[in-house]
């Protein structure tokens, strides 16, 4: 790998220049978003699905025509409950793909069916697959937006048939927790105000890293999601300028000081780019 600073070659994989410590992949790599769509799929989210259906692809040019030209990656998981009869899934995992058309056509292909009889849903599943099933690009800006209106089990829902926590063994706060410390990000959508699903999006949300953003009507879902990638889009442009004045003896007082940028976000950058291994 030649340095584009200073043009001395480098052994293949390296991150920085030995000579002049200028990062070898400033752009290529700061640029990959994963994004990850973690829905409720049972009828009542009926109205939401088929609004991000049919936003989905204005939705995506606008991500696209920022001046960070993002290189994303899009990945679906719908949830909805176990149920007695097992005539419905628990969970269903559309992979990564660079093509928005794959997640349009996983869209398309969604019809929403009841429940599991209860006052809450599979949403530690959901999580959970989203978290541990999906492969995560290494390098990328992770994030997982999750959008529903029932809590998950456990959270004290009224008719909640486990009321112990979900059946599956998993606590949403504790996976939230974990995914923060894998580099992803996780933002609720909390649609509808029962008090049970806003008090545990909220909780996820700050497990996660991420915000609990309450949402109206379904028109409001996608411009809601389009508000928190471009806040996200802020962090990687800040990881970009941290990325270029880092040498591997740089501390964030050092980067501080060389960019402007206050210590508190040059010190949360460094995390970052720590999590995604580009530093």
Avoid at 4 to 25: E, I, M, Q, V
Avoid at 35 to 42: E, G, I, K, Q, R
Avoid at 113 to 126: P, S
Wanted: proline residues 5%.
């Amino acid at each position: 790998m030649i340095c584009p600073s200073c043009g001395t070659p480098n052994r293949d994989g390296a991150k920085f220049c030995h000579h002049c410590g200028c990062a070898l992949y400033p752009d290529e790599r700061l640029r990959q978003l994963d994004l990850c769509l973690v829905m409720d799929a049972t009828g009542s989210m009926r109205d939401h699905i088929e609004a991000t259906r049919k936003d989905l692809q204005t939705f995506a040019r606008k991500l696209t025509v920022h001046r960070l030209r993002p290189d994303l990656s899009y990945a679906l998981v719908l949830y909805r409950d176990h149920s007695d009869s097992g005539k419905t899934f628990v969970t269903q995992c559309i992979p990564f793909s660079t093509y928005l058309a794959d997640l349009q056509l996983a869209l398309d292909n969604t019809h929403v069916q009841g429940g599991g009889g209860d006052g809450a849903e599979a949403v530690a599943d959901g999580l959970y697959d989203a978290c541990y099933k999906l492969q995560w690009r290494e390098h990328a800006h992770k994030v997982i937006l999750l959008a529903g209106d029932a809590p998950p089990h456990g959270k004290g829902a009224r008719r909640d048939k486990f009321p112990r926590g979900c059946p599956c063994g998993h606590d949403t706060e504790s996976i939230a927790h974990q995914a923060r410390m894998r580099g992803i990000t996780i933002f609720s959508l909390g649609i509808g105000d029962n008090p049970f699903m806003v008090q545990s999006f909220q909780q996820i949300a700050r497990h996660g890293g991420g915000q609990f953003v309450s949402i109206g009507g379904a028109d409001t879902l996608i411009d809601q999601v389009l508000a928190l990638m471009l806040t996200e889009f802020g962090k990687v442009d800040i990881d970009g300028t941290v990325l270029a004045a880092y040498r591997p003896a740089a501390t964030p007082q050092s980067i501080a000081a060389a960019t402007g940028l206050p210590i508190g976000d040059v010190d949360e950058s460094m995390n970052r780019l720590r999590q995604k291994r580009l530093i």
